[in-house]
T-cell receptor
């Protein structure tokens, strides 16, 4: 079992719809969670960080964390064709143990 | 702003050759990471360094060695390259605690 699991997709949504991306993690010592967007041939870029249970909103993006269920999600409202990319979920530890582990990524396609 | 700089950007090696991938960051970050990315596999952690003077194995360390030369630099060495090491390699850094990682642009390595 991978430490961070994502559905590889592709997830196809029409322009203007809500895209919902999901992620589960197995390491209960994980304390920080990140969503990165990666365009083909490019490096990952940070979309959202979330550290405590609940929702965190930033513009069209909302990250949700449920530590009891070991579940992280990312909602993208009013999806645009430019949102078409692979979205990577990551879980990290802090303190003296700084390991950060990524899921395999979910490919999102926004259809105009 | 340079951020995380990786060299080289592209490299072709023959099986059995050795090579060192270089990574430097100018953000005074404590932790540094090496990942490889293969199609459908997401980002897999090779080695990481939580702080200067320490290194730890990640998910796929076999065939690689690392050196945390100083706080700025973290190199990845392939002693005897194999075709299975053909991949895109990303270096990342982050401040300790729960901060997100910053990524370099990647090194595209092909081993024939």
């Amino acid at each position: 079992q991978k430490e961070v699991e994502q559905n590889s997709g592709p997830l196809s949504v029409p322009e203007g719809a809500i895209a919902s991306l999901n992620c589960t993690y197995s390491d209960r010592g994980s304390q920080s969670f990140f969503w990165y967007r990666q365009y083909s041939g490019k490096s990952p870029e940070l979309i959202m960080s979330i550290y405590s249970n609940g929702d965190k909103e930033d513009g069209r993006f909302t990250a949700q964390l449920n530590k009891a269920s070991q579940y992280v999600s990312l909602l993208i409202r009013d999806s645009q064709p430019s949102d078409s990319a692979t979205y990577l979920c990551a879980a990290g530890r802090s303190g003296g143990y700084q390991k950060v582990t990524f899921g395999t990524g979910t490919k999102l396609q926004v259809i105009p | 702003n340079a951020g995380v700089t990786q060299t080289p950007k592209f490299q072709v090696l023959k099986t059995g050759q050795s090579m060192t991938l270089q990574c430097a960051q100018d953000m005074n970050h404590n932790s540094m990471y090496w990942y490889r990315q293969d199609p459908g596999m997401g980002l897999r952690l090779i080695y990481y360094s939580a702080s200067e003077g320490t290194t730890d194995k990640g998910e796929v360390p076999n065939g690689y060695n690392v050196s945390r030369l100083n706080k700025r630099e973290f190199s990845l060495r392939l002693e005897s390259a194999a075709p299975s090491q053909t991949s895109v390699y990303f270096c990342a850094s982050r401040e300790q605690g729960e901060q997100p990682q910053h990524f370099g642009d990647g090194t595209r390595l092909s081993i024939l």
